[in-house]
């Protein structure tokens, strides 16, 4: 049998737990059965997942006795908004879902958030579980509770923070995915490191490839090392008033980035987070909080492994420094009307809340997006 790794997000009674391993959705029965108070899941997927994982779930929760109706719904971040989750909250009213059923997102982050957005608001709470088949989900967004949608303002601005029962993390689903979305969940593997890891960022820099290129061991370490990581933040900090907010790192840039291409596939979120970490590292360079040698090192690293880490390397779009801002400052970060960075004084070192200065905040702008 294929290792699994077990970890624990501990918030007293709704704690639950997370596993990361081979064929989880071959096994999905035995896991999630315990946890059902009706023997009956809807699975919520998108159309691209749905052709990989949906049947292959199906089967393995009908042979554990365990009834099953699935949605299918549009793949990519538009997915994400007020009309889709009208439209999956209608078809789950028309299921007849009690607050007894039970939600299973099978998908990347936008099912998992939007599906976790419907079971906190459809009749006022129902039970999901997240069963993340990218990367980024695994290592990011199926943790923690955060569920949401977008809005022409920003990302995920309307949503609850709202915890699952059970993460299944099967790493097989991992197969399926194309370079592109490895390196964009990797991204956010990196981050744990600098965040306060030094010793798993080195490790990163020795095996990274390994982890993107699909070495079983060295992908579930790092996945695991992760999902702990996330856990033990949430565990202290669950609303993010406080340690949390570290989990931004990169992301108040990264999402500038990302709003000004329009949330679209130009620039994956993973791909938004790889420059943001860049260039939180070079602004803490020049406030001469940081060693210069551990931003060129993340820098470094970032690159060898093939993401980007300039917003130069989106060619033909132009960039200025106060369309950047402006966006930053309708992040949902934003507090008392001033943008919070989270910053570094080294690799492994990060700190939060940083305020900038807007004249500073130009400058290295200015620097990152100069041609």
Known sequence: MA???????????RSYDILVGRNLINTAAEHIGPLLGKRHVVIVTDAHVARLHLEPLEQALKAGGIAVDS??????EATKSFAELERLCGLLLELKVERSSTLVALGGGVIGDLTGFAAAIVLRGINFIQMPTTLLAQVDSSVGGKTGINMPHGKNLVGAFYQPRLVLA?????DTLGRRELLAGYAEIVKYGLIDEPDFFTWLETNGLDVIEGD???RRHAISVSCRAKARIVGTDERESGARALLNLGHTFGHALEAECGFSDELLHGEGVAIGM???????ASLGLCPLEDSARVQRHLASVGLPTSPLALQGRVWTAERLIEHMGR?????????????????????????????ALT?????AIAA
């Open 3 to 13: 290792a699994t790794d077990h970890i624990t997000v501990d918030l007293g009674q």
């Open 170 to 174: 099967d790493t097989g689903t991992l």
């Open 363 to 367: 400058a290295s702008l200015n620097a």
């Open 331 to 359: 992040d949902k970060k934003v507090k008392d009307g001033r943008i919070g960075f989270v910053l570094a004084r080294g690799i492994g070192r990060c700190f939060h809340p940083a305020q900038v200065d807007i004249g």
């Open 278 to 284: 860049v260039m939180a590292f070079d602004l803490s």
């Open 71 to 76: 949605i299918i719904l549009p793949a990519g």
């Open 216 to 218: 079983e061991t060295a």
